[in-house]
Nanobody, 116 residues
């Protein structure tokens, strides 16, 4: 049974940084694609970053150069490093295991709040 446990959210001031973690069990994260999504208040969920099965990463234009996806095979954990955060990036952040277009497996989400 696949399970994704998220951690690392919280409140940060504009311009600050946070690192989100997505610890997987039941399947190696590198055996499939891993993605990070976010859902701001009263808005739809959007794709933030993706790591393909080959390790290639891609990012939404709005976070390019500020966010970085990485993985630790020993911990079977994927990370999302977020730098220079903006207030409009306040959202619940989710990790997903699985290819695009399939239901996959989701973490329960972690709140990120960017405010003074």
């Amino acid at each position: 049974q696949v399970r994704l446990v998220q951690s690392g959210g919280g409140q940060v001031q504009p311009g600050g940084s946070l690192r989100l973690s997505c610890a997987a069990s039941g399947r190696p994260f590198w055996s499939t694609a891993m993605s990070w999504y976010r859902q701001p208040p009263e808005k739809e969920r959007e794709l933030v970053a993706r790591r393909t099965i080959t390790g290639t990463t891609s990012y939404a234009e709005s976070v390019e150069g500020r966010f970085t996806v990485s993985g630790d095979r020993a911990r079977n954990t994927v990370y999302l490093q977020m730098n220079t955060l903006k207030p409009e990036e306040t959202a619940v952040y989710y990790c997903k295991m699985g290819e695009e277009g399939v239901p996959g497996y989701w973490g329960r989400g972690t709140q990120v709040t960017v405010s003074e």
